[in-house]
């Protein structure tokens, strides 16, 4: 069998395209007929020779959140929802989403309700924004569903930017460092190693030290790059795993230099901002919270939930086992509390997420003030211990001339 490509419109003058596998471009065109399309064009899929990195493409959270609004608009202005999915297709331009969105309107024409269809691409449409999409098409609201939905990735992608941005600064520097030490230890030193040869007599440890790193650097990068690499590949396959992600998210809480601070003040206000959504949209309150649990980020906040749904499912409070959980502050398990009882939890919940994200740009500030000062302090010191390292010989064959 081969796949075409074909070119159609219904009796409404709604264009479709698509693609089909079939024996020849007439079944194809049978195939069209039968469900009520008038065709226009069938070609041969060609292959394309051209090497492809799509694999490596990303979908960018502002993509994702454009088309939803649109989706919100569109269906809210009464246009029927295989036609908004087709004028979406057309319009996208990230090949990702516009992959996931021809693939969800084939199962939308087949009779797949929305939900089910986009939970077939769950690296397009996560868990979350699908839970959402159900809840909304259940009660009938899917529009305002849709409008809370990409209010929560707008938040989402502004906290991790502003997080990210904090950041770029001491990776800048750090990486910086890195290439003056080896330009220094590559390039500098054996210079002053050929000098040393010269004078004879023993060195200073601290300059065999550093006379022994430029031979490894220089004589044995490839090691180098080997270690390099292998230490990387072996942090990341530990970091995934499902035994050290655990202890790299319960580490990470625990950082110094108010780093543990800013991750906390991330997974709650992610979490809370979560949970109010979910809740607002009419997610059931057991599904929501596992919801929450697997999208906050953090292992340690996943777990947190496994409590919450085992307390819910017990006839128990929310707020009970967020007080035994040391990720979250007494406040937070107040305020849910408070939440509960009055029946405006998630009023409660976005008022938690609008503290903590405000928390999260104070706290973004303070560790940026901290981390500066250490990144030049320790790239002051690389300098000046590779300085020290070779001017101390020198220093000693002065004093022995005089």
Do not use: C
């Amino acid at each position: 069998m081969a796949t075409y490509v074909f070119k159609a419109m219904d009796l409404a003058g709604t264009p479709a395209r698509g693609e089909v596998e079939a024996d020849s471009q007439q079944v194809v065109s049978d195939q069209l007929k039968a469900r009520g399309l008038i065709v226009l064009d069938i070609a041969a899929k060609r292959g394309s020779k051209e090497l492809s990195f799509d694999r490596f493409a990303k979908l960018k959270a502002a993509d994702l959140t454009v088309m939803t609004r649109q989706l919100a608009t569109m269906v809210a202005s009464g246009m029927t929802l295989l036609r908004t999915l087709y004028i979406l297709e057309d319009q996208t331009q990230s090949k990702i989403l516009k992959e996931a969105l021809i693939a969800t309107r084939k199962d939308v024409e087949a009779g797949v309700s929305l939900s089910d269809s986009m939970s077939r691409h769950p690296k397009v449409f996560n868990s979350l924004y699908v839970s959402m999409v159900r809840a909304g098409e259940t009660g009938g609201v899917l529009e305002e569903t849709l409008l809370r939905t990409a209010d929560q990735l707008e938040k989402d992608d502004a906290l991790r930017r502003k997080v990210k941005s904090a950041m770029m600064y001491p990776m800048v520097l750090m990486t910086f460092a890195m290439i003056v030490l080896i330009a220094l230890v590559a390039f500098l030193v054996p210079v002053f190693a050929g000098m040393f040869k010269q004078f004879g007599g023993n060195l200073p440890p601290i300059t065999k030290l550093t006379v022994a790193m430029s031979d490894f650097v220089t004589g044995r990068w490839y090691i180098l790059i080997a270690i390099v690499v292998g230490t990387v590949t072996a942090f990341r396959r530990w970091k995934a795993s499902s035994w050290g992600r655990p202890q790299w998210d319960a580490f990470r809480l625990r950082f110094p230099f108010k780093i543990g601070e800013v991750v906390q003040k991330v997974a709650i206000a992610r979490w809370s901002r979560t949970f109010a959504a979910l809740t607002s949209s009419g997610v059931p309150i057991l599904h929501a919270i596992e919801i929450t649990g697997q999208t906050s980020g953090n292992t340690v906040v996943e777990r947190a939930m496994a409590d919450v749904i085992d307390s819910v499912k017990g006839g128990g409070t929310i707020a009970a086992p967020l007080k035994e959980a040391p990720v979250f502050p007494s406040m937070v398990a107040h305020m849910v509390g408070v939440g509960e009882e009055t029946g405006a939890l998630d009023t409660m919940l976005s008022k938690v997420a609008d503290f903590y994200e405000d928390e999260v740009d104070t706290a973004v500030k303070g560790l940026t003030s901290i981390l500066e000062p250490i990144m030049i302090v320790v790239v002051g010191a690389i300098v000046g211990f590779i300085v020290i390292a070779m001017y101390m010989p020198l220093f000693k064959v002065y004093d022995q001339i005089r």
